[in-house]
């Protein structure tokens, strides 16, 4: 009877357990989510006014070296230079280090002039990291544990996520899925998904649509296509292994011969400004036309995912802030749409496999992207996106946008490697 009484008492004790934590993360997630939200709004405001302004001025391009001046000094001032970006909200979660506040208005800024002035960037970078903040700020205001606080930054991140990108599902899985390849953080599933969906609500509170395709050209499912959307999915990884690898050497030159920082995004802005000269304003911002001409109509020009992996490469390479995701859909789209012809697919189909694809190579999330196409293209052709994506995953290797992400587990075996992402 005593044994009895102990077991129930102790079923009530983790019923309890199980409650409160029930509530506690769906009361810091809403939270979380909602300023996520409100924030995520004003900074695609931010970013769709400034590019409206560049592209009605284009000779704002060639103030980019001036703007990378500025952000330089943004990064100095506050002492984050060095060592603020993506890579320390990522280790951040594995380390339960500490997320400077001051992080959140430096890299909101930096972002802005960098598209105002024509830098190739995406806004995912800002976006994680905004979140970062967020979640980390949060965490210490509640007074949240070193064990907890890993949770409170993927919910951060995965608010800010969704609230860029209206994907929600996607956020939720990108956050937990990213830190370390092999191994998704399943505590932080329920926080994670009420803070994408409370931030994707706020989005739409402020009249922000998420991005959503429909796919018409879709093939017929049959062996052949199948091996063909697979040559897409090799493409990609070869263009995943070559991006990711100039990008981080790039950088690397870029700090042992210009070690100050003033000169070093000078230096790159020059560079980005001549290119804009030479070639025109194509390849600068974020390029959202290019990829809606890509993915409905199956149009790009044959070089055009080469010179918008140039102009990114330097843009961030040297030091100017935003993202690389929106410039891994323009450079994916465009190898897709020009590949697909040659392979007996639509452009426009190809377009959006070679989005997915890449971007799956370079960031080391295969569910997250079979949920991304699910939520830009729709579920017709699904089979299609997963066999791209699965071929580009395992043939990327351990190469990725983020350094600071750790492969877990082997892509080739059922095998621990722990090994660093190069």
């Given at each position: 009877?005593?044994?009895?009484k102990?077991?129930?008492?102790?079923?009530?004790v983790?019923?309890r357990?199980?409650i409160?934590?029930?509530?506690?993360?769906s009361?810091i997630a809403?939270?979380?989510?909602?300023?996520?939200?409100?924030?995520?709004?004003?900074?695609?405001w931010?970013?769709?006014y400034?590019?409206?302004?560049?592209?009605?001025?284009?000779?704002?391009?060639?103030?980019?070296?001036?703007?990378?001046?500025?952000?330089?000094?943004l990064?100095?001032v506050?002492?984050l230079?060095?060592h603020?970006?993506?890579?320390?909200?990522i280790?951040?979660?594995?380390?339960?280090d500490k997320?400077?506040?001051?992080?959140?208005p430096v890299?909101?800024?930096?972002?802005?002039i960098?598209?105002?002035f024509?830098?190739?960037?995406?806004r995912?970078g800002?976006?994680?990291?905004?979140g970062?903040?967020?979640?980390s700020?949060?965490?210490r205001?509640?007074r949240l544990?070193?064990?907890?606080?890993?949770?409170?930054l993927?919910?951060?991140?995965?608010?800010?996520f969704?609230?860029l990108?209206?994907?929600?599902?996607?956020?939720t899985?990108?956050?937990?899925?990213?830190?370390s390849?092999?191994?998704?953080?399943?505590?932080a599933?329920l926080?994670?998904?009420?803070?994408a969906?409370?931030?994707?609500g706020?989005?739409?509170?402020f009249?922000?649509?998420?991005?959503k395709?429909v796919l018409?050209?879709?093939?017929q499912?049959?062996i052949v296509?199948?091996?063909?959307v697979?040559?897409?999915?090799?493409?990609?990884?070869v263009?995943?292994?070559?991006?990711?690898?100039t990008?981080?050497?790039t950088?690397q030159y870029?700090?042992?011969?210009?070690r100050?920082?003033y000169?070093?995004?000078a230096v790159g802005?020059?560079?980005?400004?001549?290119?804009?000269l030479?070639?025109?304003?194509r390849?600068?911002g974020?390029?959202g036309?290019v990829?809606?001409?890509?993915?409905?109509?199956g149009k790009?020009?044959p070089?055009d995912?080469i010179?918008?992996?140039?102009?990114t490469?330097?843009t961030?390479?040297f030091?100017?802030?935003g993202?690389e995701?929106?410039?891994?859909f323009?450079?994916g789209?465009?190898?897709?749409a020009?590949?697909?012809?040659?392979?007996?697919?639509?452009?426009?189909?190809?377009?959006?496999v070679g989005?997915?694809?890449?971007?799956?190579a370079?960031?080391n999330?295969?569910?997250a992207?079979?949920?991304?196409s699910?939520?830009l293209?729709?579920?017709?052709g699904?089979?299609f996106?997963?066999?791209?994506?699965c071929?580009?995953y395992?043939?990327?290797g351990?190469?990725?946008?983020y350094?600071?992400?750790?492969i877990?587990?082997?892509k080739?075996?059922?095998?621990?490697?722990?090994?660093q992402?190069?």
């Open positions: 009877m005593d044994h009895f102990q077991t129930v008492r102790h079923d009530a983790r019923v357990q199980y409160i934590s029930f509530f506690k993360w009361l809403v939270v979380t989510g909602g300023i996520g939200g409100a924030l995520g709004a004003g900074f695609r931010a970013i769709t400034v590019t409206d302004i560049r592209t009605a001025n284009p000779w704002l391009c060639y103030l980019l070296p001036a703007g990378g001046v500025i952000i330089a000094f990064y100095r506050t002492k230079s060095g603020a970006d993506t890579n320390l909200i280790n951040s979660v594995r380390s339960e997320v400077p506040i001051t992080l959140a890299i909101f800024l930096s972002t802005v960098t598209h105002l024509g830098g190739s960037a995406g995912e800002a976006a994680l990291q905004l970062g903040c967020i979640g700020f949060i965490g205001v509640v544990n070193e064990k907890d606080m890993p949770i409170a993927m919910c951060g991140m995965s608010g800010l969704s609230a990108f209206g994907t929600p599902l996607t956020a899985v990108f956050a937990m899925e990213v830190i390849v092999g191994i998704i953080y399943y505590s599933f926080p994670c998904i009420v803070a969906l409370t931030a994707f706020v989005t739409n509170l009249g922000l649509s998420p991005t395709y018409e050209d879709i093939p499912l049959n296509n199948i091996l063909t697979a040559v897409i999915g090799i493409a990609a990884a263009l995943s292994i070559i991006f990711c690898f990008l981080e050497k950088h870029a700090v042992r011969f210009f100050n920082e000169l070093r995004t802005g020059t560079a980005i400004a001549l290119l804009t030479l070639i025109g304003t390849y600068n974020i390029g036309e990829i809606a001409e890509a993915i409905t109509q790009a020009l070089y995912f010179l918008k992996m140039v102009f490469v330097i961030i390479g030091g100017y802030k993202g995701i929106i410039p891994t323009f450079i789209a465009a190898m897709g020009t590949i697909a012809p040659l392979l007996g697919l639509s452009g426009s189909f190809g377009a959006a989005l997915i694809a890449l971007f799956c370079v960031v999330c295969p569910i992207s079979v949920i991304l699910i939520e293209f729709g579920s017709n699904l089979i996106f997963a066999v791209a994506l071929v580009s395992m043939l990327s351990y190469y990725s946008l350094s600071g992400q750790k877990m587990y082997s080739r075996r059922a095998r621990y490697i722990n090994k992402a190069k």
